[in-house]
């Protein structure tokens, strides 16, 4: 049975950082690519950063110079450092594994962004 289990959303003030993790089992973990995803109230899900098998990653605009994806392939988990955190971060942080046809989603870690 595969398990996608997010980990360290928190209430932080602007400004502050977080370090979110991502732990998954029941597949074989350097396979996979992964990525963390975010979605904010009436906003459509969105790419945060991925990590490809070989550590090549990606960001988006709005997050690069802040965050930084990272990945323990002897702990089977990926992070998001996130750093400078402003209230637009706000949001449901999900993870997701994938691998050829396969996806494997979190069920989500809340992100909350506020003074």
């Known amino acids: 049975q595969v398990q996608v289990v997010e980990s360290g959303g928190d209430l932080v003030q602007p400004g502050g950082s977080l370090r979110l993790s991502c732990a998954a089992s029941?597949?074989?973990?350097?396979?996979?690519?992964m990525a963390w995803y975010r979605q904010a109230p009436g906003k459509q899900r969105e790419l945060v950063a991925d990590?490809?098998?070989?550590?090549?990653?990606n960001y988006a605009d709005s997050v690069k110079g802040r965050f930084t994806i990272s990945r323990d392939n002897a702990k089977n988990t990926v992070y998001l450092q996130m750093n400078s955190l402003k209230p637009e971060d706000t949001a449901v942080y999900y993870c997701?594994?994938?691998?050829?046809?396969?996806?494997?989603w979190g069920q989500g870690t809340q992100v909350t962004v506020s003074s």
């Open positions: 997701k594994a994938y691998f050829s046809i396969r996806t494997y």
């Open positions: 029941g597949i074989t973990f350097s396979s996979y690519a």
């Open positions: 990590i490809s098998r070989r550590s090549t990653t």
